[in-house]
């Protein structure tokens, strides 16, 4: 089974920038697509960026042009940039792979991160 570690989150105050960074490692056969989710208390987990295998990305419209999600394929490992934080980018962000295992090749499951904290504020 996958497991993902997720590291970069913190305290920064508004207009300033994280990196989150999140590693994939464990039984891989492959993936297809990773991203980054968030979750703010008493809110539903709201996708905020993915990339898949042929580079294609999408993002939610509240982080257009201030977030940019890449990956790197060697390392199974995908990254988020976030600029001009606000406020309300205060969540509990969640690192997600769909991709397949070594023991169940034949279907492919998603997989999440413990998430780490983000916080903005002066």
């Known amino acids: 089974q996958m497991q993902l570690v997720e590291s970069g989150g913190g305290l920064v105050q508004p207009g300033g920038s994280l990196r989150l960074s999140c590693a994939a490692s464990?039984?891989?056969?492959?993936?297809?697509?990773m991203g980054w989710y968030r979750q703010a208390p008493g809110e539903e987990r709201e996708l905020v960026a993915r990339?898949?295998?042929?580079?294609?990305?999408n993002y939610v419209a509240s982080v257009r042009g201030r977030f940019a999600i890449s990956r790197d394929n060697a390392k199974n490992s995908v990254y988020l940039e976030m600029n001009s934080l606000k406020p309300e980018d205060t969540a509990v962000y969640y690192c997600?792979?769909?991709?397949?295992?070594?023991?169940?090749?034949?279907?492919?499951?998603?997989?999440w991160g413990q998430g780490t904290q983000v916080t903005v504020s002066s």
């Open positions: 997600n792979v769909r991709g397949r295992s070594t023991s169940n090749a034949r279907s492919a499951d998603d997989y």
């Open positions: 464990g039984c891989i056969f492959s993936i297809t697509g």
């Open positions: 990339i898949f295998s042929d580079g294609t990305t």
